[in-house]
């Protein structure tokens, strides 16, 4: 089957219950995208669908429609997201493995949500773990990057 | 401080050594140098050289042996290097290493001995002393015990200076000019006409000349990296999803593995396979150590195979059900099972009996690690070698452990240590690796990468000790007068030095370490250690004993001052009898403006533990809702002697204290019928966004050694909470989690 992802079409040979996440990381070699629960409880292994947030442990590929954005396809090193830039700015990043996810949630996020409040950027984030406890980080980012974008 | 006499005496040799167009330099310490790991693996025109600064014709590689585990070792390992060699983090690469006994941690030993961090005596000295040496000799390479930054602080800045001497030497041999005419900045010497030779260029001839050693290290105030704020060296990597961990390594021609355990730890009676082998993508089913596993060329279908197996699984070696592990801990307060009474002060017995005494009991659960990337290793077996790449904290005895499942020698056995994605303490096993490896050997030549599912990760996690306490205590004219605390819990060192084959011999100091050793003058004081029998397998989770003893002690002594009707802030400062910890107590009560009006239904509570030598308080505000407790703020003051990089401290401290909330909130691990009842994060959440307080952070630098502060965050967060709600519900709990007794919004 086919699937794009950053803008690159890939043909895949794979059952249609494998979940995007392992048809990333296994056998396109997109690492980004991370696993750490494979039942929606972390948030590590979020990807955008067509813009929307999306875990990707629990999206079978055959039910895949539409193009997939991983955390490589959002920004690079030398051309950050305003996500990622604010994700430098405060160094939210400890062990980093949630981050991947706790950025592709926070842009997608804003993208729908251009202003949120202190309770909005709770509430929308509250469902990506971080077990290494960057919360803290992760907020003040957030309005730096809310910020940012309006800016832009 | 620093000429490089005081150093040598404390045993540091230097060196540098040619290598192919380059030269590396390095401090091997010990009487009896340990052998060079950079030796190996070197080309033709290498010669002896020695660890932590390597300058080729491709660039400056600067080795951080200890393993970063998120906490930012190898940004702090770097700076201290840069320091002093003259070189901006942007110019230099960072490598761990090679597992090598001349990368022994010296500063875990001192924390072994029975003398308290703030013990200055001779006898304390002399103690850390002899207990370092066995752990020089089994070339102990660990991270651990928040032992990277005290390891590391001489060792690394002394690294960096002799290799800038070194090649100012070499510059002055090129370009004619007296050495202390020369100065150095980004990389390169600057002579006195302008021109400057890069530290590259002159690697070649530093490599012929003897090490510079009459070395003043410099004064802390002409740093230009260590104590401002630094940018960490991984932090775009980890913000654009390009940094590679032990999960995301790929090779040609690698397969995937999983697989299904014992989640009772025991013995496999009998399985069947047969479904799983003609699944798609399934190559093997191989039995290994505590179960079953499956080479895939999938890991999704290596997981669902394993899934697709069914075991008949023995019986758990340990009480299968909580009841049991309960009672055979409160069973343990006896004579028989004594294990420490490093402190008695006072007449306990006399003052116990003059009057009637508080009396309280406190518990801490198993909990698990479950750091976010889930265990992993990836091995390649050849007949010659052995090629392990994965993130741990215990590289050497993996070396040791894979020699011995592999017959090949223990030089051939190449250990990658990865960037890890958490560890808490959970890296610090290898389970994982033996089972790679024991799959590796049936496809020699072809890499095998398994991969825990979360639900194998919680069940075989070697969780954190489960702990109980009991005090009773006296007051005597509005002051705590009698404090008495028997702690009992099996030994997370016996558990996990067994594991090791080591034996784990004389009393367990972590059974009270964050009690025993806290800086009060309490009339009678005793802290009693009683060591359970060993129960389910236990082993160091983020700041260890301390964890557990941290809450119980603390809480105990809330519990006294409350009822002697005195302030909760003001008596344990007036009890304290070190000075760097009294400022740091003051320090808190100051920035929580301790003593200011909450409303009614509000309550602060403060509480203090000095653990791995860094004394840490710890304020909290929370307010009683309707629908439950709610975290409102904390703030929090830590003596860490010297802050390296004020981010990270900041970083550290506040993820501790997350990490201690989360847990001492929501979380447990326990028993039923031998196995973990809780298999991922939706029975274990720890803490999640909506539940973080803001949080203010102070350090100070009063302390009179360097330590680090990845875990002291972490045991003062549970009892400020427990002492928080008291103050705002009247509620003493005193068995974690508090979610047992409290809702929490
Ligand atoms: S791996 Fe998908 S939500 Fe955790
Ligand atoms: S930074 Fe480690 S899990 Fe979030």
Redesign the interface.
């Known amino acids: 089957m086919q699937l794009t992802v950053n803008g690159t079409a890939y043909q895949v040979d794979?059952?249609l219950d494998?979940?995007l996440?392992?048809v990333l990381?296994?056998?396109l070699?997109i690492?980004?995208?991370?696993?750490?629960?494979?039942?929606a409880?972390?948030g590590?292994c979020t990807v955008h669908v067509e813009g929307m947030p999306v875990r990707s442990c629990q999206l079978p590929i055959g039910d895949l429609e539409g193009e997939v954005t991983?955390?490589?396809g959002l920004?690079?090193?030398d051309a950050?997201h305003a996500v990622?830039q604010a994700?430098?700015d405060h160094?939210?990043?400890?062990?980093?493995?949630?981050?991947?996810g706790q950025?592709m949630a926070a842009a997608a996020f804003l993208d729908l949500n251009p202003d949120p409040s202190d309770q909005d950027?709770?509430?929308a984030?509250?469902?990506?773990?971080?077990?290494?406890?960057?919360?803290?980080?992760?907020?003040a980012a957030v309005k730096t990057a809310a910020a940012s974008l309006k800016g832009a | 401080m620093g000429r490089l006499k005081t150093i040598a005496r404390r045993t540091f040799l230097i060196g540098s050594a040619a290598i192919v167009g380059g030269v590396a330099f390095g401090t091997v310490m010990y009487k009896r140098p340990a052998k060079n790991p950079l030796l190996q693996d070197l080309g033709p025109g290498a010669a002896a050289i020695t660890p932590y600064v390597l300058i080729t014709q491709e660039g400056i590689t600067l080795i951080t042996p200890r393993a970063d585990k998120g906490q930012g070792a190898y940004s702090v390992q770097a700076a201290l290097i840069a320091e002093e060699l003259d070189v901006e983090l942007d110019q230099i690469t960072v490598d761990p290493g090679t597992p090598s006994p001349a990368y022994y941690n010296t500063a875990l030993a001192n924390d072994m001995a029975p003398f308290r961090s703030t013990d200055d005596s001779i006898i304390a000295e002399f103690t850390r002393a002899v207990l370092d040496a066995p752990v020089k000799f089994l070339g102990i390479q660990i991270t651990g015990g928040s032992t990277t930054v005290p390891d590391s602080y001489e060792k690394l800045r002394m690294a960096g200076a002799v290799a800038r001497e070194t090649l100012k030497a070499a510059a002055a041999k090129v370009s004619n000019q007296p050495v202390d005419q020369l100065t150095t900045a980004r990389g390169a010497v600057h002579l006195p006409d302008g021109r400057m030779l890069t530290y590259i260029e002159l690697a070649a001839t530093a490599a012929t000349l003897n090490p510079v050693t009459d070395i003043t290290l410099r004064d802390p105030q002409d740093w230009r990296l260590i104590g401002k704020p630094m940018q960490r060296i991984d932090i775009a990597a980890k913000s654009t999803g390009t940094q590679a961990y032990g999960i995301d390594i790929r090779m040609p021609d690698m397969l995937h593995a999983a697989v299904t355990l014992n989640p009772r730890r025991g013995s496999v009676n009998s399985y069947d396979a047969t479904t799983a082998e003609t699944m798609r993508g399934v190559r093997k089913v191989v039995p290994v150590t505590g179960g079953i596993g499956v080479i895939a060329d999938n890991t999704w279908r290596a997981m669902q195979a394993a899934k697709a197996i069914s075991v008949d699984w023995g019986a758990a070696p340990y009480p299968a059900d909580m009841d049991a592990h309960w009672k055979s801990l409160t069973d343990s307060f006896t004579d028989d099972q004594l294990d420490s009474q490093y402190r008695n002060d006072g007449d306990i017995a006399g003052a116990l009996g003059n009057a009637e005494p508080v009396s309280a009991e406190y518990r801490a659960p198993y909990l698990a690690h479950a750091p976010l990337e889930p265990i992993n290793a990836t091995v390649l077996v050849t007949d010659a070698r052995v090629d392990i790449w994965t993130g741990t904290q215990i590289p050497r005895f993996i070396q040791a452990n894979i020699s011995k499942i592999t017959g090949i020698d223990a030089d051939n056995i190449h250990v990658h240590v990865l960037m890890m994605g958490g560890s808490f303490g959970h890296r610090l096993e290898d389970m994982v690796v033996r089972q790679a490896t024991e799959l590796a050997m049936t496809v020699k030549g072809t890499p095998v990468k398994l991969t825990y599912s979360r639900e194998q990760d919680f069940a075989q996690d070697f969780t954190r000790q489960i702990a109980m306490a009991q005090l009773r205590g006296t007051l005597r004219n509005g002051q705590v007068d009698t404090f008495d605390l028997g702690i009992a819990m099996p030994s997370v060192i016996g558990s996990q030095m067994g594991r090791q084959g080591f034996p784990a011999a004389g009393p367990d100091t972590q059974i009270v370490a964050g009690a025993w050793d806290q800086p009060f003058a309490i009339p009678n004081y005793r802290i009693t250690g009683y060591r359970a029998p060993e129960l389910a397998p236990i082993s160091s989770w983020r700041s260890v004993g301390a964890s557990t003893n941290g809450f119980f002690h603390d809480c105990a002594l809330d519990e006294l001052i409350h009822a002697a009707g005195a302030d909760p802030l003001a008596e344990r400062i007036r009890l304290c009898n070190h000075a760097a910890s009294r400022t740091v107590l003051e320090t808190v009560g100051e920035m929580s403006n301790w003593g200011s009006k909450l409303d009614e239904n509000q309550g602060r509570g403060v509480a203090f533990c000095l653990s791995f030598g860094v004394p840490c308080a710890e304020v909290i505000e929370v307010t009683a809702t309707p629908a439950g407790v709610r975290i409102d703020k904390v703030f929090a003051v830590a003596d860490v002697g010297r802050i390296i990089d004020p981010v990270n401290f900041e970083a550290q401290v506040s993820g501790g204290i997350v990490f201690g909330l989360g847990h001492a909130m929501n979380c447990e691990i326990t028993y039923a019928d031998g196995a973990a009842q809780q298999s991922n994060y939706h029975q274990f959440e720890g803490l999640r966004l909506y539940q973080c307080p803001e949080i203010k952070v102070r350090g100070l630098e009063n302390g009179r050694t360097i330590r680090g502060v990845g875990e002291p965050g972490v045991p003062p967060a549970a009892p400020a909470l427990a002492n928080a709600i008291f103050a705002a519900t009247g509620q003493r709990i005193r068995e974690m989690p508090f979610n047992k007794y409290i809702k929490f919004v």
């Open positions: 794979v059952e494998m979940p996440l392992w990381r296994d056998e070699g690492t980004g995208p991370k696993y750490g629960c494979g039942i409880q972390c590590a991983t955390i490589e920004g690079t090193p950050l990622q994700w430098i160094q939210v990043a400890q062990c980093g493995y949630c981050q991947s950025i950027i709770d509430r984030l509250s469902a990506n773990l971080c077990r290494c406890g960057t919360y803290p980080r992760i907020r």
